[in-house]
């Protein structure tokens, strides 16, 4: 099966080498927003992401949904 990467952000994505709040911060910031955009996008406070950036807490199953579709990934992409 051959994995269809459109940049090199996609290829760290695919080998899945990182982390669920590594992926979500790398994602954010290869979008430029700060943490308090992707809060509001996402309905939260922004401690809530710095939370899930830092590995402290990770978002539930329903939220990582959320989370992928605001980042414009597919879900797996975010887990390990």
Do not use: Y
């Amino acid at each position: 099966m051959q994995a269809n990467l459109a940049s090199p952000f996609d290829l760290v994505l695919f080998v899945g080498l990182m982390d669920i709040g590594t992926k979500i911060r790398t994602a954010r910031v290869h979008r430029g927003w700060t943490v308090v955009d992707l809060a509001e996008k996402l309905g939260v406070t922004r401690q809530c992401v710095e939370s899930w950036e830092s590995g402290k807490t990770a978002p539930r199953a329903q939220r990582v949904t959320k989370v992928a579709k605001v980042l414009g990934l597919e879900p797996a992409a975010l887990l390990p």
